[in-house]
């Protein structure tokens, strides 16, 4: 296929992703707005007023990079496993794999659909976020950045998810057991300078921690960790996932026999 | 000029150790209406799915017009369009966008996208149906749209998968019409099916594969040449209380209406009518016991099967 016809067929994938998102914005944009503005008004406004300061800001402040960025890694990897794996479970991944369209565009649009999910969904959540607090903006390159890498990332392991997956259980394991857990002990609700030092160690071995910190960096100005480390470590662990979520689809795994 | 499918000397031992193909090789000539007939898991679907890309091969190798399946795969795969057995589209889109979508796969402009899913939906008798979502179609419905998806970048070879098990017979027949009349207009066909009489009508060509091994590649006309016999049913009145003796004709009396006739190759039918006209039995209608094509496809699957001992 020459540039133009890859394009297109890169295209085509996006615009079916994002089409099939959008016809069911009720389980797909709808949801995370209601959990957010829940926690906006719970974590931020009725609890978070009790707490006092956090890091130097209002509890509220505080916790809406976190919260817009949980949106973003649960939207992106979640797009990505429930579309791919649909097209295994219906057979229709079959019409990509008999056209002469590569293996790293196939991918690619995936990636680049559960991206638009978590940026709209992320969108969607700061606008709600003005409804209980005024962001400060540090720097937009930094969030703009993150935001996009983090979407990425994410959005390969749904990827990866959804190849390996046998069943729908297998697709919700990752999300239930995995993600969650690491992104309640990402730092969305609190500052890892409040841990023990031993813990604080330990959470440094969560990746979602330097996704949170380095997108609340370019908010309030303030993070965690040293944000350039956070950025080489993102990136490494989205190169690293897409070569070996482009290694699998290579192998045919889960798709072919 | 290359063939329009070449395959070579393909193996495929799956993961359970199941070896669906011994080394297979065929060859299809541009402009051919092929049949692949076989039992069930003799390794047509195997076959076809290497072909198709969804199956890794294990040995062996896939040429499509003459661009090689594992080296020049973007090529290669331009030229195919694949209609599988089982209906597999996504079934909350509408008719148009799995067209639609399915060209933009191929790298074609959305203009000319547009154009070919309208042709091709109006050929097949989908186009008011349009925007319906896909699994809201009847079964004969969902057919035609797979076929409409498969020819909708233009390939030069369509391989169908049984393509008409489950539709009646007229939506048969129409497809039938359909598919001389795009072979006639070049496009080489590969057709598997449990339907004999499909392919007895369809096709020039035909390979038999059987325990994962190709046992018979010849033209349709050639095979039926080596058929020995024919079977007839007659219909006779008046009814007879038993057997009726007839020379050279091996016969089993079904019941007094219902002879079958076991019919050798160039004996001819005259000398039985004229034994039937001395006993006073008139022939009230006749017909084949069973296809041609089939008598001679479970001959062939018997035969193998007493050789293989499998």
Known sequence: MNNKEIFIALSTIVRREIRRFTRIWAQTLLPPAITMSLYFVIFGNLIGSRIGQMGGFSYMEFIVPGLIMMSVITNSYSNVVSSFYSAKFQGNVEEMLVSPMPNWVILVGYIMGGMARGIMVGFIVTILSLFFTDLQLHSVLVIMVVTLLTSMLFATGGFINAMLANSFDDVSIVPTFILTPLTYLGSVFYSISLLPEFWQGISQLNPILYMVSTFRYGFLGTSDINIFIALAVIVVMTVGLFICALQMLNKGKGIRS | ?310
């Open chain 2, 1 to 310: 000029m290359k063939p329009a499918l070449s395959i070579n000397n393909l193996e495929k031992i799956y993961d359970n150790g199941f070896v669906a193909l011994k080394g297979v090789s065929i060859n299809v000539e541009q402009g051919d209406f092929f049949a692949l007939l076989g039992p069930n898991g003799a390794g047509k679907s195997t076959t076809l799915g290497i072909v198709s890309s969804l199956v890794n091969p294990t040995r062996g190798s896939v040429e499509i017009f003459g661009f090689d399946l594992a080296t020049q795969m973007t090529k290669a795969k331009k030229h195919l369009g694949v209609v599988p057995q089982e209906f597999n589209f996504n079934g909350f889109e509408t008719v148009y966008n799995i067209l639609k979508t399915q060209a933009g796969f191929y790298g074609i402009a959305p203009d000319l996208a547009a154009q070919r899913s309208e042709f091709y939906l109006k050929k097949l008798g989908l186009w008011d149906k349009k925007d319906t979502a896909s699994r809201m179609l009847s079964g004969g419905m969902k057919r035609r749209l797979m076929i409409a998806r498969a020819l909708v970048h233009e390939p030069k070879l369509l391989i169908l998968d049984e393509p008409t098990a489950g539709v009646d017979i007229e939506l048969r027949r129409s497809m039938w019409e359909f598919l001389q009349e795009i072979n006639a207009a070049g496009t080489t066909i590969i057709l598997t099916t449990h339907y004999l009489e499909e392919a007895e009508y369809l096709c020039k060509n035909v390979a038999i594969i059987d325990q994962g091994r190709i046992v018979q590649n010849t033209s349709i006309k050639a095979l039926l040449q080596q058929l020995d016999s024919e079977t007839f049913i007659f219909d006779i009145t008046p009814s007879l209380s038993s057997q009726p003796i007839i020379d050279g004709y091996p016969l089993t009396f079904e019941d007094g209406h219902t002879l079958v006739v076991e019919v050798k190759k160039g004996q001819g039918l005259n000398g039985l009518f004229r034994q039937f006209e001395t006993l006073g039995i008139t022939v009230t209608s006749m017909r084949n016991k069973s296809n041609r094509l089939e008598e001679m496809f479970i001959s062939m699957v018997e035969s193998n099967l007493e050789r293989t001992g499998e």
